[in-house]
C-alpha cells in the first residue's frame, strides 16, 4: 500500500473489542515512534464512505487498501495476490487472471534461514542475503516472519524468468551460494527447496535418529516422503 522499501503487516485477533482497541493502543504507543506510518483497519473502518477513507489514509490507494483487507488470506479468504510477485522478472505483463506460474514459465526459489529475534542478527543475515543476490544479479526480496518473541523467519525469494536461457543455472547457483553463507554465519534454514532435502550439515545429537525411529514405527513401509529431510 505504500512506497516504503520495507512494509510490514499483523493481524490483531482479541476477545472483543475493548480488549483489542487496547492492544491497538499498545502497539501505537511501541511502534509509532520508530515507523514512518502506521495503520489500523477494520470491519467498521473498511465501510466508511470513500471520501472518508481518503483523508483518513493520505497518500494511499484506498481501493488497493480495501482489495487487501476484503482478501486477506489472515481473515480467512485465500487469495492468489502472493502469485503475483512470481511475474516480478518477466518482461511480458502478469496475466489479469488465470494465474499460473508453471506455465508461464516463471522461476522461484526460496532461502529460508532461521534467526534469532535481535537487530543484530537480522541485519547480519539481511545484509548477507543483499550481497549475495546482488552479486549475481537478481533483486533482493526479503521477508521477516516475526514466529515467536525469541524467532525470526526470513523469506528471501529468487525470482527469474525460466525462458531467460541460462537463468535456471545463476538462479540455482545463487540459492546454494546464499544457503552456504547463511549457515557458515550459523542461520540455518528452517526448510529446504525440494532439490536441497540432503543439503543440511549431520545432526550434531541424536534428535534425528529419535525422528527416524518415530518414523519407523509409524510409517514402516517407508510410505510418506522418503528421503525428505
Known sequence: MGSGVWGGEA?????NQEHGQVV?????????????????????IAQMPKTTLTEMFPNINTDEMLKWYNENPKRGFPTELALSMTYWRKSSPRPSSGINPDRDGCGLL????????????????VKIIE????AYFFEPNIGLNCITERNINITAAIVYDRQVSGEDERALAC????RCRLIHAGYFPYRLSTHSMQALPPAQDDYNQFLNKLK???????ILAPGRY
Open 11 to 15: 493481524a490483531l485477533y482479541s476477545a
Open 24 to 44: 491497538c493502543k499498545l502497539i501505537q504507543q511501541t511502534l509509532g515512534k520508530v515507523v514512518n506510518r502506521l495503520y489500523f483497519l477494520d470491519d467498521a
Open 110 to 125: 526460496w532461502c529460508s534461514p532461521a534467526v534469532p529475534f535481535e537487530g543484530q542478527h537480522v541485519r547480519k543475515a
Open 131 to 134: 550481497e549475495t543476490t546482488n
Open 175 to 178: 540459492y546454494e551460494d546464499m
Open 216 to 222: 519407523q514405527v509409524l510409517d514402516p513401509n517407508n
